[in-house]
Each structure stands twice: as structure tokens, then as C-alpha cells.
């Protein structure tokens, strides 16, 4: 099992930035590839950014690319969510999560808020 912190949510305007981190521990050898999601009050958790530990492939979701950049540090176990120009429809819990190379995501941090105001 791997243990996910995310960290660095909070309160911002529109068009300001936040970074978020995730922090991972535990059995990180059984992860390939790490993930960002959000949810949103009353919404189904969605997609919004991945990235694999070994070569750094990335993968984002339509509605946050060009304004968003995950990036990873392997030698501190630490994967960032970089969010520039942010929306409040960008509102949400932001979880970070880890998973093999294919199939689900297993394990999951508890989340991070992030507020954006108009």
C-alpha cells in the first residue's frame, strides 16, 4: 500500500495560482503512475491530470490544459500540481492517487481544498 498526503490547497482568486503536493510513502515501488482528481460538491470524481514515475509521461484532462502542469520528483517521492489561471469551476476537493500500470488507481490521499472566487 502506498500512503498519499496532499497538501497546499486553500483559498484563491480567479485567475491566481495555488500549487498543490502529494507526498508518498510506503510500498512506492508498487506505484507506476501517480494522479490528480477532483471533486466537486455534489459531482462524480473526475480526471485531471497524471503522470508516470519512470519516464514522466503526462496526461491532462481537456478542461485544465495549458493552465495546469503535474510534474514529479522521484528522488523525494513527490508529485506537484502546478494550476495557473484558475476558475471557480476549478473548485473542488483535489485528490492525489496512485496506481499500477494498468487498471484503477488504488490508493488514495484524503484531499486538499481548493477555493477559487470570483
Known amino acids: 500500500q502506498v500512503q498519499l498526503v496532499e497538501s497546499g490547497g486553500g483559498l484563491v482568486q480567479a485567475g491566481g495560482s495555488l500549487r498543490l503536493s502529494c507526498a508518498a510513502s510506503?510500498?512506492?515501488?508498487?506505484?507506476?503512475?501517480m494522479g490528480w482528481f477532483r471533486q466537486a460538491p455534489g459531482k462524480v470524481r473526475t480526471f485531471v491530470a497524471g503522470?508516470?514515475?519512470?519516464?514522466?509521461?503526462?496526461s491532462y484532462a481537456d478542461s485544465v490544459k495549458g493552465r495546469f502542469t503535474v510534474s514529479r520528483d522521484n528522488a523525494k517521492n513527490m508529485v506537484y500540481l502546478q494550476m495557473n489561471s484558475l476558475k471557480p469551476e476549478d473548485t473542488a476537493v483535489y485528490f492525489c492517487a496512485s496506481g499500477p500500470q494498468t487498471g484503477a488507481y488504488r490508493d488514495w490521499g484524503q484531499g486538499t481544498q481548493v477555493t477559487v472566487s470570483s
Open positions: 503522470i508516470t514515475w519512470l519516464s514522466g509521461d503526462t
Open positions: 510506503g510500498r512506492t515501488s508498487s506505484s507506476y503512475r
